[in-house]
C-alpha cells in the first residue's frame, strides 16, 4: 500500500494533523499532494487529472485530510479511501450561499463514497447519523489531538517573559486579570455572551480576542457596535488573528481562558489552553464535554452570561478552585496527542486495505 494523503489548497500549508501523519513511521510509503477546493477546481482541473492518473495505479491508497476535498471521491479512490471530517458545522452557520450549500452536498456525496469516515468526536459522529444518512459502520471516532511538544505549561522564567510581555503589549494594569478567547467569529461561537458577561464581571479584567474574521466584516462590526452598546471599550481587545505557533504565549500568560461554543467538531482551543496548564470555562454542548471531561466548568445553557459572569469572578477569585483545574486540565489534555491520532489513522488505513485484499 502507498498511501497518498491529499491536502486542500489553504494559506497554511499544513497543519499539525497532516504533519503527524506525513511524519509517522506506520508501516507503508506516504507521499502528499495539495489539491483545490470546489470552488477553484476550474483554474486547477490539471491538478486534478493527475491525481484521476495516480488513482488507476491500484497500490495506492487515499486519505482525504479533509471534507472540503470530499468531492475527490464522485469521481476516483472510491473503494481505497479514508475521510477526515472535523464536523458539520455548515449546517449551523445560518445563511449561506446556494453555491456553499451546493459544494457541501457534493463534498458529503463524495463522502459517502469512501470506505470510512473518520470523525473528531462522538458528536459528530451523532452528527453524520443524523443529517447525512450514511451508516455507522462506515463512520469512526479518532479523537484529534494537541502539539505537547509546543502547547505545554512554561517554566517559571519563561512564563514570567511570557505573561510581562503580553500584559505590556496588550496594555493589562497591575490589578486586572486577562482573560482570553481563541476561535473564530461565527455564530455558534457565541461571542455575543462572552461580551455580555464582561459587563458584569465585578473583577477588574480585560478580555483579549484572538482569530480571524470569518463570518465577514458585517458580523465583526455588530460585535464592535456590542461592544460599544454595552460601555466595555476599555476591556475588550480584538486583536486579530495570529500564527498558530505563537498563541502558547498567549495562553501561559492569561489567567483564564473562556470558550462559550455552542457547536463544535471537537473543540481544539479548550484543549491547547488546558495543555498550557490554563483553567477553562466552556459550555456542556456539543464535543466540547468530550474533550474537557471534568477538568474545565462547562455552562449548561451557553446563552447565560449571567452564570457565566458568575463563574469567572469564582475563578479569578478562587485560588483553590484554579489550582485544582490547573491540575485537572494538564491531565486531561495528555489523554490526546497528534502521535495517537496519525497512529490510529494508520492503523484504519492499513485495516481497510487489508480488507480489500482478502476481498
Known sequence: MKLRILIPERNILLTEWEKSLIDSKEGFERKWNVLPQISNIPAKIKKIFQEYKLSKNQENFAFIADSSLGYL?????KKRSVVWCWDLCYLFLGS?????????????????????????????????????????????????????????????????????????????NDNEKLLLYVGGEQPRKNIPTLLKAVKMIKTPIKL????????????????????????????????????????????????????????????????????????????GCSSLPEVVGDAAIKITDPFDDKILAEKIDLVLTDKNLRENMIKKGLEQSKKFSWKKYAKDVSETCMEIWNEKKRC
Do not use: Q, W
Open 73 to 77: 471521491l464522485n469521481f476516483f479512490y
Open 208 to 283: 483579549l480576542i484572538i482569530g480571524p474574521r470569518d463570518y465577514g466584516e458585517r458580523n465583526h462590526e455588530e460585535l464592535v457596535n456590542l461592544v460599544k452598546h454595552l460601555d466595555i471599550e476599555n476591556k475588550i481587545i480584538f486583536a486579530g488573528n495570529f500564527p498558530h505557533d505563537s498563541l502558547p504565549d498567549y495562553f501561559n500568560a492569561a489567567d483564564l481562558f473562556v470558550f462559550p461554543s455552542y457547536y463544535e467538531g471537537f473543540g481544539l482551543p479548550p484543549l491547547e489552553a488546558m495543555s498550557c496548564g490554563l483553567p477553562v470555562i466552556t459550555t
Open 96 to 172: 449561506t450561499s446556494l453555491k456553499s450549500k451546493m459544494a457541501f452536498k457534493i463534498n458529503v456525496r463524495g463522502m459517502s463514497k469512501a470506505k470510512r469516515i473518520i470523525v473528531a468526536s462522538e458528536n459528530t459522529k451523532r452528527d453524520f447519523l443524523k443529517y447525512t444518512g450514511i451508516p455507522e459502520n462506515k463512520i469512526k471516532v479518532i479523537y484529534a489531538g494537541v502539539s505537547h511538544k509546543n502547547f505545554k505549561r512554561y517554566s517559571p522564567k519563561s512564563y514570567e517573559n511570557a505573561r510581562a510581555f503580553v500584559r505590556e503589549k496588550c496594555n493589562v
